[in-house]
């Protein structure tokens, strides 16, 4: 019988493919929670590595394997990438793979497949790798893992060499990018003694965690773990008197502008999903955010007088910038998708441009880098609204400048993919 973690792990990947819950919000539901400390680490490393590494265990897998993947049953296709991840990248057994792998489908023909799949595997290992610079669609779409959509549209937009340095990036484990809470004097010497050995990072109040585990000290209040990329775009939208932050959940850029604003300051923190909205309540709870306010709220038609000092627009987006910290969005994002949130967007920050009083900031900003949602989408507002304009960046920010925009990019930042623009109603 396999054990729980691969048993859950297989459960997940099988649900990913049907688009239900976000694989970050499945991940911290009350089964995986339930499991111990290190039954739990092996689920994650499990469900993020093999979708994270998906293209280059499909290659290896197909090549013994009569039937397309795309026709096997997802059951089946979800242990035979579970039981090719854990060969060929991690450090198991293969014999402990293979049975493991097989005792999660159902059915003697089923289980014969991927048993003779895996230890033929197993025996005569991973094919050759492509040659990046020969072949790079090639490359992109097996050990890049992209899917071949995106895999086209990145080098015709990068170019080969920055198509494959960005899909390279997004392949490398996340950093373990954390701040830590303002509110408990001791925090630093707690993180210490914890031995997450923090290193700062390029933005202000970041901080890498070079060893230890810090997911465990987050649900003290002590840390909130946050990619830099996402802390950056918080800490523009900081500056003090009245913020409203539009799409705020799950609460981490509402309370790093609580924190870098002073307790003078005011947020508003809203949020339209009444799912999400409970989240967001329950981080503010923890942190000891009292001057954040929550309130339930559609960012298409926000229920306020206006007057705020900043807006912040941390719109929805296609998420393809996250991809190396939330891999499903690599196989469940769409070509079409980018036109829709891009609407989306539009009419969001259409929409809040009144709430900003005059002299104020409006920032927008998407966990993406793609045109149709960051350059694109801003330049139609400003020539729709003269009386908007870039704002100069702060100096810390100058890194991560291009042109009167921000971005970070992952091949160069080792951070998420974000872009923002902070723009002021003259």
């Known amino acids: 019988m396999p054990t729980p973690?691969?048993?859950?792990?297989?459960?997940?990947?099988?649900?990913?493919?049907?688009?239900?819950?976000p694989l970050a919000d499945r991940l911290a539901s009350p089964d995986v929670e339930a499991l111990a400390p290190r039954d739990r680490a092996l689920l994650h490393e499990l469900v993020l590595g093999t979708l994270r590494l998906r293209g280059a265990v499909d290659l290896a897998v197909s090549r013994f394997s009569r039937r397309p993947l795309d026709r096997l049953d997802p059951e089946v296709r979800s242990a035979l990438r579970l039981g090719a991840h854990q060969i060929l990248f991690l450090r198991v057994p293969d014999r402990a793979a293979v049975a493991e792998s097989?005792?999660?489908?159902?059915?003697?023909?089923?289980?014969?497949?991927?048993?003779?799949?895996?230890?033929?595997?197993?025996?005569?290992g991973p094919p050759p790798e492509t040659d990046p610079e020969a072949d790079p669609l090639g490359w992109l779409t097996t050990t890049g893992s992209?899917?071949?959509?995106?895999?086209?549209?990145w080098l015709a937009h990068l170019g080969p060499a920055g198509a494959v340095a960005r899909a390279r990036a997004l392949l490398e484990k996340p950093t373990a990018a954390f701040r830590m809470n303002p509110r408990v004097p001791d925090a630093p010497a707690r993180v210490e003694a914890a031995g997450l050995a923090p290193r700062p990072l390029a933005i202000p109040g970041a901080w890498a965690a070079t060893s230890g585990r810090p997911a465990e000290l987050a649900p003290s209040g002590l840390i909130y773990l946050q990619d830099p990329a996402s802390q950056l775009v918080a800490r523009l939208?900081?500056?003090?008197?009245?913020?409203?932050?539009a799409c705020a959940a799950p609460g981490g850029k509402a309370t790093l502008i609580a924190d870098a604003s002073g307790p003078a300051a005011r947020v508003v923190a809203a949020e339209a999903s009444a799912r999400r909205l409970r989240i967001l309540a329950q981080l503010c709870r923890r942190w000891g955010a009292d001057n954040v306010r929550v309130v339930g709220a559609d960012a298409r038609r926000p229920p306020f007088r206006g007057g705020f000092d900043t807006v912040l627009l941390d719109?929805?987006?296609?998420?393809?910038?996250t991809i190396g910290r939330h891999p499903d969005i690599r196989w469940n994002a769409r070509p079409e998708d980018l036109g829709r949130h891009a609407r989306q967007q539009r009419e969001m920050l259409e929409a809040l441009a009144p709430q900003v009083r005059r002299g104020g900031r409006l920032v927008y900003a998407t966990c993406s880098l793609e045109p149709e949602e960051t350059d694109r989408v801003v330049a139609a507002f400003l020539a729709a609204h003269p009386e908007v304009a870039p704002d100069p960046r702060p100096e810390w920010a100058a890194a991560f400048a291009?042109?009167?925009?921000?971005r970070t990019l992952p091949e160069r930042d080792g951070t998420d993919g974000?872009?923002?623009?902070?723009?002021?109603?003259?």
């Open 402 to 406: 291009d042109g009167p925009y921000v």
């Open 418 to 426: 974000f872009f923002a623009a902070v723009l002021r109603r003259e």
């Open 102 to 124: 097989v005792a999660l489908v159902r059915g003697t023909a089923a289980r014969g497949f991927v048993n003779a799949i895996l230890r033929r595997l197993a025996r005569e």
């Open 315 to 321: 719109a929805p987006c296609s998420g393809l910038g």
């Open 237 to 245: 939208a900081a500056g003090g008197g009245l913020t409203l932050d």
């Open 5 to 21: 973690a691969r048993q859950l792990a297989h459960r997940i990947l099988v649900g990913t493919e049907k688009r239900g819950l």
């Open 146 to 153: 992209l899917p071949r959509w995106l895999a086209e549209r």
